[in-house]
């Protein structure tokens, strides 16, 4: 029997998925993580699967229009995309990810709509949720934005990130909501079961908080990172890169007492061949005289397959390289070329025909090794851990001017705290336009940047040694946490629907007996 109306369930959907945005940066009110998935929980209660199926998709219309808004942005303003299209392209994603709740929604009905409000019904909506986010994650390439565990950076389940990873964090946070809900609707001896769990996890909470999962191993290093401030019109523009090099060349030239200067993704616009014999032996000599490694974004190109590569160097002791592997679609390369040519024609993204790397995620520098990631890929936990036990520390170098002045850069810089804590290893990030910042194992912020403004963000880092749960397994352990926990919700449904069965035919039994 529902608790409310059929009109107050969907307002409340609606509401919950509106306010959920604000969990996340720049809001960064993590509690709402705990509460919108709770009052759609509350609104889903002996709900049919149709009305469920309903309820979901309203909550994830709403909630990735308002979250995801700025792919607008990214699609019209500099992808010169027409608006039609642009408000196409957007809804149709919107619509896709609003599915994903949805189905939720009308699993979770099925399988709990007559004991939904109960430790069981808890574990079923909070399993459900995690399992769709996973899914998320990694189906048609994945895009796992926004999800509930990325809110978690300086929460009291701030610990459960390095051993179950954002998904766990995820899982956690939606279970911690139901369970509160619980105590408020539900029956008293389903309160006091409730109310015992979420003591306990508030232990094991306070507890893991206090773990520290790697250790410092070797002398602070100096870093600068270089924010140029190039807006994607002059980025691109030919007769602009002299200036741009210039540009980066002279902020670097300023800090050179620094041990390593990170330049953001393609911050040198052009082809690695192109500059390999003028611009490049220039910085090499200024590293070589002062000591400094230097890290630089750039696009490689292999003259024997014809691949063109988003990626990044590193020089001064030692030149390395690593191509992003992790591609953006429609950004960075067209899939179902053949049934996409229509949107190539009308948008206009420059370097949108670019070949994935391959090889794991590192590079040297100061004789150290270092976890690489290039923008976008910053937001697949299970492949930044790739470059575990041996990285030492994380960079991350993106171009968030694609986004313009939206939520999108905080959210990148939220997200990249996120791999920080998992790996226990401090986290460079050097951007554009904005927002660069130096992230410490436990997802502090040590230093950042102004949007829009040129600077340079300088700190000191200690290279970190040893392995989070989370490092070492991957999204395995809460993957088998859920598979275990779904096969007994599964065991459940079905014996208690054996039951019923059995319990409906008795009478008929009997009376062909008399």
């Not at 609104?43 to 792919?71: D, E, K, N, Y």
């Not at 189906?139 to 766990?168: C, D, E, K, R």
């Not at 002398?219 to 980025?235: M, T, Y």
């Not at 300023?254 to 910085?283: G, M």
Request: aromatic share 12%; proline share 5%.
């Amino acid at each position: 029997m529902p608790i409310l109306s059929s009109s107050v369930a969907f307002l409340l959907a609606a509401a919950a998925g509106a306010l959920l945005v604000c969990g996340f940066a720049p809001f960064s009110w993590w509690w709402l993580t705990l509460v919108c998935p709770a009052a759609l929980y509350v609104a889903l209660a002996g709900r049919s699967p149709g009305t469920a199926f309903l309820l979901g998709l309203v909550f994830g219309l709403v909630f990735f229009g308002l979250g995801i808004s700025w792919t607008f942005n990214s699609i019209h303003e500099y992808g010169h995309a027409p608006v039609w299209l642009g408000i196409f392209l957007v809804t149709l994603l919107v619509a896709v990810l609003a599915l994903f709740p949805a189905v939720s929604a009308l699993l979770f009905s099925k399988l709990c709509s007559d004991q939904a409000l109960c430790l069981r019904g808890a574990l079923a909506f909070a399993t459900l949720w995690t399992i769709s986010e996973w899914v998320r994650g990694w189906i048609f390439t994945g895009f796992p934005w926004l999800l509930m565990g990325h809110a978690h950076h300086s929460s009291p389940l701030q610990g459960v990130v390095p051993i179950l990873g954002s998904y766990g964090a995820s899982w956690v946070a939606v279970l911690t909501g139901c369970l509160a809900a619980v105590l408020v609707f539900a029956a008293v001896r389903k309160k006091l079961v409730s109310l015992a769990v979420l003591v306990l996890a508030a232990v094991l909470m306070l507890v893991t908080r206090q773990l520290a999962w790697t250790t410092p191993a070797g002398e602070p290093l100096g870093i600068a990172l270089i924010q140029g401030n190039i807006s994607q019109e002059e980025k691109w523009d030919r007769t602009k890169h002299a200036g741009i090099l210039n540009r980066y060349k002279q902020l670097s030239e300023a800090n050179l007492d620094a041990e390593i200067i990170v330049w953001p993704e393609s911050a040198i616009p052009t082809y690695f061949y192109k500059v390999r014999d003028s611009f490049i032996p220039d910085l090499e000599e200024i590293a070589k005289e002062s000591g400094t490694d230097f890290l630089v974004g750039l696009f490689t190109y292999d003259q024997l397959t014809g691949g063109v590569y988003n990626s990044l160097m590193t020089f001064g002791e030692e030149r390395s390289f690593y191509s992003k592997r992790r591609l953006v679609p429609f950004g960075e390369y067209i899939p179902f070329r053949d049934l996409a040519t229509f949107l190539a024609r009308h948008i206009d993204l420059p370097m949108s025909d670019i070949s994935a790397g391959k090889g794991r995620p590192l590079v040297k520098l100061k004789g150290y090794l270092v976890g690489a990631s290039i923008c976008y890929e910053v937001v697949y936990g299970n492949e930044i851990i790739e470059a575990m036990p041996e990285a030492d520390f994380l960079v991350n170098i993106s171009n968030d001017a694609w986004f313009g002045d939206s939520y999108a850069p905080e959210q990148h810089l939220e997200i990249s705290r996120s791999r920080a804590i998992e790996s226990g290893r401090y986290l460079l990030r050097a951007t554009s336009t904005g927002i660069s910042a130096v992230i410490d194992p436990k997802g502090l912020i040590v230093a950042r940047s102004s949007q829009f403004q040129e600077d340079v963000v300088r700190a000191n880092i200690r290279p970190h040694e040893g392995q989070t749960p989370y490092s070492r397994l991957g999204n395995w352990t809460i993957l088998a946490i859920l598979s275990c926990i779904s096969l007994i919700i599964l065991l459940c449904h079905w014996h208690r629907t054996r039951s019923k069965t059995l319990s409906l035919n008795r009478p008929d039994r009997e009376m062909r007996h008399s």
